[in-house]
């Protein structure tokens, strides 16, 4: 069955991409595409870094 205007989308860690660390931080989680039209950008954790950093939406 349909969920609607709900998408699954990937959230990554933007301290990782930056710097050298190994490993990249990533979550999923669903948002309402008709609602939020933005990209994501949530505070998480991130395992790598071991701090919470800004994780924005990447294209999946």
Request: a positive charge; one cysteine or more; aromatic letters at 4%.
């Amino acid at each position: 069955m349909a969920k609607g205007n709900r998408v699954t989308i990937h959230l990554e860690c933007t301290g990782c991409a930056k710097s050298g660390v190994p490993g990249v931080s990533r979550y999923t989680t669903q948002k309402n595409k008709r609602t939020t039209t933005d990209k994501l950008e949530l505070r998480k954790y991130c395992r790598y870094e071991r701090k919470t950093t800004v994780h924005k939406e990447i294209k999946s």
